[in-house]
């Protein structure tokens, strides 16, 4: 049976250890391998210490011998497995040292990232999931790009490279996207996506082209329509005659989004158990926000408490996004929202007689009546639009979650002309005060000095 031993074997002061490894086989042969270790001890130390007993040592004496003793435990553990697993011969004099040298200074693996655009993406992902940094919106996203770049390759017949991702690039993505008639939007934010797990691959050792340096290096954006609900377009929907409980119940949903500015991944999993009410009577919802992990404090309007009160105290129904999007259409239709305003609704490409996929439709700009523009992102819009002014801006950055004001001021879509009205009630509203001209006196013979 294989053992270890630990020898002072120095004339100096303090050296480090030996490690021996004997092993005595049936036939009476033995092998024996010697090799430094990196254990370092005084001569004195381990004379002492190995022939007095632990009580007849001092505490530092004691506290050392730990020490000593942890280090020597663990590295008879790896010697005896190094030694089971490779059966070194007798002959191998080297091999003690070299399993030393492993222990203590383990090789690290290199991850080897690929060199080819579509597999990269897969790695990009890991790495984020590993470092707990990807949520499972991006990781859709992510993959929505990689199946068009896919599909992109078959079309070209090419398969890029992450050093291929360049000007000619550019122009295959465009042409393959307008070929399939894909909005300007949506080009500029996949080709963000492509350029970012391109500048992680450089990052990360693989080749890549210059042009991710290029400021010019990118797809124009197109401004997207913001719309958004006029007080008497919200009270039409309040006061419209509904044939179906299911719309009555969406409807609740719309108005309770209008009046708490929230998103719909968060307000459709308001619960009756999420109210609180403090010493003073006042109501909050509170809630954890899924997109930004802020704990929130919602105070319940009247407005939200009177949809409650229909119910008992209970909010309406949930239902998917799908179908709120579905259905509140349906409600702004009867509710006689119908504008016309320029905005995004989602068209089937493919001829009438094919059955579509999910991949079939797009979101083209155009002018079209406000209900069929109305998505669940309005009431959240129309939220920040009414009470800007209103209501503290900081406050109101609160409510929607927005670290920054430019992004909160991206929600704001009064046209220009109503903000100009409201500048204009502002500074004709403020009391004139009398203004303290300045006399100027010419000083005749004055001095610099």
């Known amino acids: 049976m294989a053992r270890v031993y630990f020898l002072y074997r120095s004339q100096k002061d303090k050296a480090a250890l030996t490690v021996r490894l004997q092993d005595k086989f049936s036939d009476g042969t033995f092998s024996q391998f010697e090799a430094k270790t990196d254990i370092h001890v005084s001569k004195e130390f381990w004379k002492t210490t190995r022939h007095k007993k632990r009580s007849n040592l001092t505490g530092d004496q004691k506290n050392e011998l730990d020490s000593k003793n942890n280090d020597t435990d663990l590295l008879d553990d790896f010697i005896i497995k190094q030694y089971e697993t490779d059966r070194p011969k007798p002959c191998d004099k080297k091999w003690l040292s070299n399993i030393l ?13 690929p060199i080819f655009l579509v597999d990269f993406i897969d790695s990009y992902l890991e790495d984020k999931k590993a470092l707990n940094n990807l949520k499972e919106s991006q990781k859709k996203r992510f993959t929505t790009t990689k199946n068009k770049l896919i599909k992109l390759e078959k079309f070209t017949n090419k398969k890029y490279k992450i050093k291929d991702v360049n000007d000619i690039f550019k122009a295959d993505y465009i042409a393959y996207s307008e070929k399939l008639k894909y909005s ?50 919200i009270e039409e929907i309040e006061k419209a005659a509904l044939e179906h409980d299911y719309l009555e119940n969406a409807r609740d949903w719309l108005l309770i989004s209008i009046y708490s500015g929230q998103r719909i991944s968060d ?18 919802i509170i809630f954890t926000q899924v997109k930004t992990g802020h704990e929130m404090y919602l105070p319940v309007r009247n407005e939200i408490k009177n949809i409650l009160d229909k119910r008992n105290g209970e909010f309406p129904r949930r239902i998917s996004d799908q179908k709120y999007n579905d259905y509140i259409k349906l409600v702004c239709k ?42 669940s992102h309005i009431g959240r819009r129309t939220f920040a639009t009414l009470n800007y002014g209103e209501i503290p801006t900081p406050d109101l950055m609160y409510f929607t979650g927005h670290t920054t004001e430019k992004e909160f001021l991206n929600y704001i879509v009064r046209p ?9 009630d502002s500074f004709n509203n403020k009391k004139s005060k009398p203004k303290n001209i300045p006399q100027f006196t010419v000083i005749k013979n004055a001095s610099n000095q």
């Open 101 to 113: 040298k492993e222990y203590y200074a383990p090789k690290v693996e290199t991850k080897v990232y």
């Open 184 to 233: 300007i939007n949506t080009q500029n934010n996949e080709f963000d996506r492509i350029k970012t797990v391109c500048r992680y691959a450089q990052k990360k050792g693989v080749e890549a082209s210059d042009s991710l340096t290029d400021k010019e290096f990118k797809i124009s954006n197109e401004k997207a329509p913001k719309i958004y609900f006029e007080i008497e377009e």
């Open 267 to 284: 307000f459709m999993r308001f619960t009756k158990d999420m109210i609180n009410t403090d010493e003073s009577n006042r109501s909050f």
């Open 416 to 424: 220009d002309y109503t903000k100009a009205k409201r500048a204009y």
């Open 334 to 375: 009867k509710a006689g929202i119908n504008t016309i305003c320029k905005g995004k609704k989602r068209i089937c490409i493919v001829p009438k007689k094919k059955n579509p996929t999910k991949s079939d439709y797009r979101d083209v700009i155009g002018d079209y009546e406000k209900w069929e523009v109305t998505t």
